[in-house]
């Protein structure tokens, strides 16, 4: 099974969206400060998962989801309340 998440910085106005086959872990190298690319927007909260039988279909979604499109349908899905 493969995943799509999005994370949310409670810090800053950023949005990261990953690919990875356990969320559990992925969050916690998000948070730990464990990936270079999101340390600075530290910490996270999990707004948002979707699940799949295969990388490659998970990976099309990640690719849309990274969009300007599919951050506006994000934003608009998710992140009413902030």
Known sequence: MWF???LDSL?????YVGLTNDV??????????????????RPFRLIHVESFATRSEARLREKFLKSSTGKRWIRR?????K
Request: no cysteine.
């Open 4 to 6: 799509v998440y999005v």
């Open 77 to 81: 899905q998710f992140k009413k309340g």
């Open 11 to 15: 810090v800053r106005n950023h949005l």
């Open 24 to 41: 559990d872990r992925r969050f916690g190298q998000h948070n730990d400060g464990k990936e270079r690319t999101t340390r600075p927007y």
